[in-house]
T-cell receptor
Framework: GNSVTQMEGPVTLSEEAFLTINCTYT??????LFWYVQYPGEGLQLLLK?????DKGSNKGFEATYRKETTSFHLEKGSVQVSDSAVYFC??????????FGKGTRLHILP | GAGVSQSPSNKVTEKGKDVELRCDPI?????LYWYRQSLGQGLEFLIY????????KSGLPSDRFSAERTGGSVSTLTIQRTQQEDSAVYLC???????????FGDGTRLSIL
């Protein structure tokens, strides 16, 4: 079946460090891929998405590239800020229009 | 199991009818969230509860939508006078607290004819 696996947290980094949060998926066909972010005290928000292989989603300095050959959609940011502290969810939208989430990765950025 | 449970899993109804969607969160989770996923789209955040209180209802699409939570547990999302654009998957999630990761139910697929 379809599934999403992302690295377990918490991830703790210093401000201005490079961030990678790994995400891999299993799916039939060609799903759309998403990263969602949950800031403290809020619901999920869409951070970025990619709908086909080799697409790169980007927003707020975050990037992720849809890699079909490695079935991955790793989230990266070159220089993190304290305000990036949140929980990040990788997700896929399969051909049955069902969205499947990873378990979430908590990110702590230290000043 | 001990996950978030939503019912019904599928609901087909005629335009103009009222529908009620139910969410049973994980026991002990104080925060509960409702989302909507329209065809081919990502998630749209609707409302959250901290305990029985919903501090911000501005995410609800219209005044036909309402939600309540009782006893800090079960929540219902009610849509009155349904319209075709209400057709979507409605997802519920719960978490130990507002700063904790959310656990999602399987959703209710709502189809308005």
């Amino acid at each position: 079946g379809n599934s999403v696996t992302q690295m377990e947290g918490p991830v703790t980094l210093s401000e201005e460090a490079f961030l990678t949060i790994n995400c891999t998926y299993t799916a039939t066909g060609y799903p759309s891929l998403f990263w969602y972010v949950q800031y403290p005290g809020e619901g999920l928000q869409l951070l970025l998405k990619a709908t086909k292989a080799d697409d790169k989603g980007s927003n707020k300095g975050f990037e992720a590239t849809y890699r079909k050959e490695t079935t991955s959609f790793h989230l990266e940011k070159g220089s993190v800020q304290v305000s990036d502290s949140a929980v990040y969810f990788c997700a896929l939208l399969n051909r049955d229009d069902k969205i499947i989430f990873g378990k979430g990765t908590r990110l702590h950025i230290l000043p | 199991g001990a996950g978030v449970s939503q019912s019904p899993s599928n609901k087909v109804t005629e335009k103009g009818k009222d529908v009620e969607l139910r969410c049973d969160p994980i026991s002990g989770h104080t925060a509960l969230y409702w989302y909507r996923q329209s065809l081919g789209q990502g998630l749209e955040f609707l409302i959250y509860f901290q305990g029985n209180s919903a501090p911000d209802k501005s995410g609800l699409p219209s005044d036909r939508f309402s939600a309540e939570r009782t006893g800090g547990s079960v929540s219902t999302l009610t849509i009155q006078r349904t319209q075709q654009e209400d057709s979507a998957v409605y997802l519920c999630a719960s978490s130990l607290g507002m700063d904790q990761p959310q656990h999602f139910g399987d959703g209710t697929r709502l189809s308005i004819l």
